[in-house]
């Protein structure tokens, strides 16, 4: 009995993991498990019954009450709502023509509007169907090489994921009761070394063969080049990001209040743009309201898991088989990491995050990694970076990468599954090559929440 009582919250993951592949709602699954292992442990007598509404007290505390994750919806308003603006078109039209004479001109400007979708949006499956659809028919015709155009799309599409303001750094703020805008500050410096890393890879392969990226003739730009084109191609997203990031990192916002002040910027912006009608408003809605309803759903179910697992004792378990194993924290740390990339090949970042953050996010914070970090205060910050840019990767690895479907289904018939399997690979080696710069080198991350603080 003694056994299995220190055995139940492992066993609890045995459980787990095949009924992630049957096909229900992750949400009910997870919830659903942690109420099965709780009966459980009431009905051998190591669990109170009354311990019951300790879980729903857990669960009104940690997201029906949490102030912080109101951000979510107003984020993902934001991002759909700016999809309808077409600020995207106009700004790829104007980073074209800034890069026409740069080896994989096209390829180049796709990541960067990447990088300032991704400061503005958030939102992975936005990004990346309009860059499919505005980029990726324009790049075959140019003769581009289908790898190379959609690796680039689907890779750029993907930092939203990372760079503020990030729905998931949201999310790691809350589970790991951190500050969100502390967050926000260090992934700056790790989304900024990725798009970099794309960009050197782009020019360097287009450069050594030009025929994988066919430089922009001079018939083919879409107008001239002005200095009124640029201001007011850059001039809606450079406000929008101001008025997000400028007003946390100003510290005149919370990351809640910026994300009305988004929603809003926003809507502001379809205005202008004359995109802003009662069916485009009905449609934002409805799609934020699901995705939001989504997510939420999973936040209750993960919270009803992790604290089960803990009721039951798991976080001592590990701690002690670690102890007893002699691991070090460099070994549990490449453990962790090696197999939240493995997970990303089947499940999707909220899944992996609500699974193995509440679980193994106090066993890393009680690891001592010497003098690698200047202030071990900072390893939560670290570590969540660390988990963001590991995730990242979940996007793009088949068979379950939602950029790769998001991309397929906008694509141009001649684009096969296969072209954007091998256009991946790549830019997933790019990003695991971050990672372990990040690992090695914290400062990427760090030195800006140092500085401003």
Known sequence: MEFLVDALPFVMFLVLVPLLFSGYPVAFVLGGTGLLFWLIAVGIGIENPN????????????VVSKLVLVAIPMFIFMGTMLEKSGVARDLLNTLQLLTRRVPGGLALSVTLLGVILAATTGIIGASVVMMTLLALPVMIERGYD???????????????????????????SDLLATSAGGLFMAAIGPSLFLAALYMAYIFIRAWRNPGLAPALGADEAAGQLTVWRVVRSFLPPVFLILAVLGSIFGGFATPTEASGVGAFG????????????????????????????MLFGLFVGATAFSY???????????????????????AILAILMVAVFLLGFFFDW???TLIILPVFAPVVM????????????????????????????????????FALFY?????????????????IVPFVLLQLLGLVVLLFWPDLALWLPRMLN
């Open 51 to 62: 311990s019951f509404f300790l879980v729903v007290s857990r669960i009104f505390g940690g």
């Open 146 to 172: 289908k790898a190379l155009a959609t690796g680039t799309i689907a890779a750029s599409g993907t930092l939203g994921i990372l760079l503020p303001p990030s729905i998931m750094l949201v999310v790691m």
């Open 266 to 293: 926003a809507l502001l912006l379809a205005l202008l743009n004359g995109r802003l009608n009662l069916k485009t408003l009905r449609d934002v809605v409805e799609s934020s309201a699901l995705t939001t309803s």
């Open 308 to 330: 089960v697992f803990a009721l039951l004792g798991g976080h001592d378990g590990i701690l002690h088989l670690i102890e007893t194993t002699g691991t070090g924290p460099w």
């Open 350 to 352: 909220i899944e992996i």
């Open 366 to 401: 009680k690891l001592n990694f010497g003098d690698h970090l200047v202030d071990p205060s900072t390893t939560v910050v670290w570590f969540a970076i660390l988990m963001a840019v590991n995730l990242q990767t979940s996007f793009l690895t088949p068979p379950f990468g």
């Open 407 to 423: 991309m397929k289904g906008s694509a141009p018939a001649g684009v096969k599954l296969a072209d954007i399997y091998r256009g």
